[in-house]
């Protein structure tokens, strides 16, 4: 462990020099996580050290205060996503807008998916991830016993985005089954596997983009197309851009709900209290998806590079070093979440989490994000008396904080 700050600010080079030598802590500790290590130990760190240092993947910083990561994703100045998006950093094979990019680059992919994720779209859409949603949790809880991570949340991305991005099912389950084992492959480093993976996801992309350029989709129902019709300065987005942000789209939205869904019903399992409230008030159903994205936040490997020095948090961060943007530690930083550690239905400045990021590079995808937690706990909800843990979570690893595996025992209503 590190042997603090130094007292006298950044003037006295072997005490710099020392602290970027320091390891707080361990991404991937030697014990594997439960439902509540990582969180106990951010807790522990995060008061002492809103900016911790580890020395795994070749070192970097971590930002567990709130105020911290919101600054590094808010000061596009000082802070570039262009150089490292992610920690550990893996086998690179391509820029992928608008996530590689900083403005003014990235804004015309931007617009262009921003246009995707509309109100009215999202409502146009509903039915349908309703259905899907039904579809699969009807047999779960009808057997009495599922395993909610593999059985649904595994499974509820790839139907929804089947649909919003006009592709067959069969397709759509394939980009989850390639997305699973690469993002897997990322855990343990396996830069190889990364590779070819990726390349993979890269052909699937180009697939879907050969289809539309045969036969073109309604702009407005349709993302590829879409991207494939905007221009930048009268001219065309470059052919490789566009299938970088192809590929990126079809990989990102797989992840983060596979990995939340389950941190939900874990929740609501081990309080049976909660559970029938909102089985008795359904309308406060979309508070509680807005508590459990701040209380579980999956996001905690994402990463920007200084573009100078910086002091952030009492450190001193180099031009060039790497930062891991702890979004799971940041929303439950009791400096501005009292009581963090705690869901708090109606929180009062509940606005203020940043699960989904902010500013220039926060997600696009939200809305749709926010519609298909709340139609999960709708349904399962609605169609259950009441469920409770059949078994211990297992937990994903760095990157991402969330569940794996949840088996659940349904009574059904």
Same mark, same amino acid.
């Given at each position: ?9 950044? $003037? ?89 990019? &900083? ?7 931007? =617009? ?25 949790? &009807? ?7 599922? $395993? ?63 289809? =539309? ?19 930048? $300065? ?36 081990? &309080? ?60 439950? $930083? ?80």
């Amino acid at each position: 462990m590190s042997q603090g700050r130094c007292p006298f600010g950044f $003037d006295d080079p072997e005490a710099l020099a020392r602290r970027r030598t320091d390891h707080d802590f361990d991404p991937v500790p030697d014990e594997a996580e439960t439902f509540t290590s990582a969180h106990e130990e951010f807790a522990r760190l995060r008061n002492d050290r809103p900016v911790a240092r580890s020395q795994e993947y070749d070192g970097f910083w971590a930002l567990l205060g709130y105020d911290e990561v919101l600054t590094a994703i808010t000061d596009i100045d000082r802070f570039t996503t262009t150089t490292q998006n992610a920690i550990p950093k893996f086998a690179f094979t391509g820029v992928r807008p608008p996530l590689h990019l &900083d403005p003014p680059e990235h804004t015309s992919y931007r =617009r262009v998916i921003n246009r995707a994720f509309t109100p009215p779209r999202m409502r146009e859409l509903e039915p349908r991830v309703r259905a899907a949603a039904v579809e699969l949790l &009807d047999p779960l809880i009808a057997g009495g016993w599922a $395993d909610i991570c593999r059985e649904y949340a595994h499974r509820f991305p790839a139907f929804v985005f089947a649909d919003f991005f006009n592709l067959d099912v069969e397709t759509s389950e394939l980009i989850k089954a390639v997305t699973g084992r690469y993002v897997d492959a990322i855990q343990v480093l396996d830069h190889e596997t990364v590779r070819g993976l990726s390349g993979r996801l890269y052909e699937i992309a180009q697939s879907i983009i050969d289809s =539309r350029a045969v036969q073109p989709l309604d702009p407005e129902e349709d993302l590829t197309t879409a991207l494939m019709q905007a221009e930048h $300065d009268g001219e065309p987005l470059p052919a490789a851009m566009v299938l970088g942000c192809v590929r990126q789209l079809i990989v990102t939205g797989m992840v983060a709900p596979s990995v939340f869904t389950g941190n939900m019903f874990v929740h609501l399992a081990r &309080d049976p209290q909660l559970q029938d409230y909102l089985r008795e008030q359904p309308e406060k159903i979309p508070d509680a998806v807005e508590e459990f994205l701040r209380l579980y936040s999956p996001y905690r490997g994402m990463a920007r590079t200084a573009r100078e020095d910086v002091e952030l948090g009492g450190e001193l961060i180099r031009e060039g070093d790497p930062v891991a943007l702890v979004y799971t530690s940041a929303n439950r $930083d009791e400096r501005v979440f009292p009581d963090g550690e705690s869901f708090i239905l109606d929180r009062p400045n509940i606005a203020k989490h940043i699960s989904f990021g902010r500013g220039t590079h926060s997600c696009p995808g939200a809305p749709l994000a926010r519609m298909m937690m709340r139609i999960t706990l709708e349904e399962v909800l609605a169609r259950s008396a009441s469920f409770h843990e059949a078994g211990e979570p297992e937990m994903a690893i760095w990157a991402e904080w969330g569940t794996r595996s949840v088996p659940l025992d349904f009574v059904r209503a």
